[in-house]
């Protein structure tokens, strides 16, 4: 497959003389990068898991092994929980800390992410086959940016005096909650360590951190870096392992006060049932979504369809984001569709490193014949394929962006989270009749609607069950704007303001007073 234009930051060269020429000023990933860290994080110390086990890590552009790391269990999960626990303990340096200073801390780890990011996006993208110049574009600069943010609001949580009735002086104030447990998803792997880390850190808690065991190598980098930051030992701890065993006890720990888990609904339900049954520990859960894009037949269709492309095909369409439910209004549904599938057929598969790349490898073996098993369910209940529908490649885990139209509401595809490069176009007539359609489904973390009619764009970003709506965009994300899902999307949410009212206890003191003055 071919392009004549490659999207990349700034303006597109059309011409290959031109293109080739800013594809050279463009940064390049670090050359057979050392894969420096691969122990298991606690106490600002490198450590061997306690089983002495390790697991490896694959490239998925390759299908080959990278490195080995150390396999975190549930006695490493006590050993980081105890390190944490007296992290936060009452007298610590860190309880002791100034608020600001633990905003410096932050502001110095977005520094040297900010330093090492071309090398942290080069083992981003061997790591989960994420092409390296949206990982150095997008996921680092998110990753600074969130950093950045949080750091700027430590030592601006702030209570409130309140009139209470009767001879009382009373106040509130926000406190930590204490030890975070989070598990980390390998979509964004550095990105969502940093929407873990910025807020608890800001309110001042401590954390047991576990990345995705498909995907652990930045993490662990970031381990070096926390520490170079000059947080104390405790505070931050890094434990590379599988759901199962290291996630299963993160959850139910007793010494753990809050969990915070981005991944699949299934595996959201485990941990607010672990965390119920265990010491009913706070829980944040950002889970899946089936995200429906409305095109009217007033809309910009070049925009709405490459919006509509990007917004399923970004990162080989594994994003809870990705908006896989395309409703097109009924007059201009062919043209969408014949648009959308050259788009497709245009879209650029390959290797992580090659700077024309758009689209990488899913993220393995096991995710890749999932994707292949909906297609085939897609094709067995009556929808058009359009274009692709197969794997790419005799190495790695590449699928085409496939397309399928005349799609009903009632087929797998239209219904459950695929997670891969597949595109579904559906066809209405009417705006209650897109609400309603677009309202059935179990879960609601995003919407978009594409219009140029001011009524239409209110009318559905008000009716939509959904955490965030976008108007004539798709996956404009912001540190600054709070995310999360409604129904089985997840609880809470996770950046802005709100994210960290997650990470922190409102406690209300009363003082009696002998006289009181307004």
Same mark, same amino acid.
């Given at each position: ?5 490659i ?12 293109l080739?020429?800013s ?5 390049? *990933?670090?050359?057979?990068p050392?894969?420096?860290?691969t122990?298991?994080? @606690?106490n ?9 086990k390790?697991? *490896?890590?694959?490239? *998925? ?9 150390q396999?975190a269990e549930k006695a490493?999960?006590?050993?980081? =929980?105890?390190?944490a626990r007296?992290a936060?303990? /009452? ?15 932050l502001?110095?780890l977005?520094? /040297?992410?900010?330093?090492?990011s071309?090398? /942290?996006?080069? @083992?981003?993208?061997?790591d ?6 949206p990982?150095l574009? =997008? ?6 940016? &969130?950093?950045?943010y949080?750091?700027?609001y ?9 009139p ?10 926000y406190?930590p ?7 980390i ?7 969502m360590t940093a929407w873990?880390?910025?807020p608890? $850190?800001?309110c001042?808690n401590?954390v =047991?951190?576990? *990345?995705?065991e498909q995907?652990p190598?930045?993490c662990l980098?970031m381990?070096?870096?926390?520490k170079?930051?000059g947080f104390p030992?405790?505070?931050?701890n890094? /434990?590379?392992g599988?759901?199962? &065993?290291?996630g299963?006890?993160?959850a139910?720990h ?7 888990f981005?991944?699949? &609904?299934?595996? #959201?339900?485990?941990i607010q ?9 706070r829980?944040t ?6 995200n ?18 990007q917004?399923v095909?970004?990162?080989a ?5 990705? #908006?896989?439910?395309?409703y097109?209004e009924?007059? =201009? ?12 057929k ?9 700077p ?9 073996q ?5 994707v292949?098993e909906? @297609?085939?369910?897609?094709i ?8 692709g529908?197969?794997? $790419?490649?005799?190495k790695?885990?590449?699928?085409e962006?496939t ?26 007539k ?8 677009a ?11 594409f219009t ?6 209110? &009318?559905?970003?008000t009716?939509?069950?959904?955490g965030?709506?976008? @108007?004539n965009?798709?996956n ?18 996770e ?13 209300t ?6 006289a009181?003055?307004?």
């Amino acid at each position: 497959m071919t392009s004549s234009e490659i999207e990349m930051p700034g303006e597109v060269k059309s011409d290959p003389a031109a293109l080739m020429a800013s594809l050279q000023l463009m940064p390049s *990933p670090v050359p057979n990068p050392e894969i420096k860290h691969t122990k298991i994080f @606690i106490n600002n110390e490198w450590q061997d898991s306690v089983s002495g086990k390790v697991f *490896p890590v694959y490239n *998925p552009a390759t299908g080959e092994q990278i490195c080995e790391v150390q396999e975190a269990e549930k006695a490493d999960v006590d050993k980081a =929980v105890q390190a944490a626990r007296l992290a936060f303990s /009452l007298g610590s340096v860190w309880r002791r800390m100034d608020a600001s200073e633990r905003g410096r801390l932050l502001s110095k780890l977005a520094d /040297l992410v900010e330093r090492d990011s071309v090398y /942290l996006a080069t @083992i981003e993208s061997l790591d989960s086959g994420k092409p390296f110049l949206p990982t150095l574009f =997008v996921d680092l600069q998110g990753t600074i940016k &969130t950093l950045r943010y949080f750091a700027g609001y430590a030592d601006k949580l702030h209570g409130t005096s309140i009139p209470m009735d009767g001879e009382y002086l009373t106040f509130t104030r926000y406190e930590p909650i204490g030890v975070c447990g989070q598990i980390i998803p390998w979509n964004f792997p550095l990105m969502m360590t940093a929407w873990k880390l910025g807020p608890a $850190l800001a309110c001042g808690n401590t954390v =047991v951190l576990k *990345p995705a065991e498909q995907t652990p190598l930045t993490c662990l980098y970031m381990g070096a870096l926390i520490k170079e930051a000059g947080f104390p030992p405790g505070v931050i701890n890094i /434990l590379p392992g599988f759901g199962p &065993t290291a996630g299963a006890a993160i959850a139910s720990h007793m010494g753990i006060d809050k969990v915070a888990f981005t991944g699949s &609904t299934k595996v #959201g339900k485990l941990i607010q049932e672990a965390a119920g049954k265990s010491n009913l520990k706070r829980v944040t859960l950002e889970l899946g979504g089936k995200n429906p894009n409305i095109i009217f037949a007033d809309a910009d269709l070049d925009l709405a369809v490459e919006q509509a492309h990007q917004g399923v095909f970004f990162n080989a369409g594994q994003c809870c984001t990705a #908006g896989s439910r395309i409703y097109v209004e009924e007059p =201009v549904y062919d043209e969408f569709v014949r648009r959308s599938v050259e788009r497709a057929k245009r879209r650029i598969v390959g290797s992580p490193f090659d700077p024309t790349t758009e689209q990488g490898p899913q993220i393995s073996q096991v995710q890749q014949n999932r994707v292949l098993e909906f @297609i085939q369910s897609g094709i067995s209940e009556g929808a058009k394929l359009e274009c692709g529908g197969k794997a $790419l490649g005799l190495k790695g885990f590449f699928i085409e962006p496939t397309v399928f139209s005349n799609v009903r509401d009632d087929m797998r595809i239209a219904k459950e989270e695929i997670f891969g490069p597949v595109q579904q176009i559906m066809k209405f007539k009417s705006i209650e009749e897109v609400i309603e359609r677009a309202n059935n489904s179990q879960y609601g973390l995003v919407a978009a609607v594409f219009t140029n009619d001011i009524n239409k764009a209110t &009318t559905i970003s008000t009716a939509m069950q959904a955490g965030t709506v976008w @108007i004539n965009c798709f996956n404009a994300l912001s540190t600054q704007c709070p995310f999360g899902g409604y129904k089985m999307s997840g609880n809470g949410r996770e950046l802005g303001e709100s994210g960290l009212k997650e990470y922190s206890e409102v406690k209300t003191i009363v003082m009696k007073l002998v006289a009181k003055n307004s």
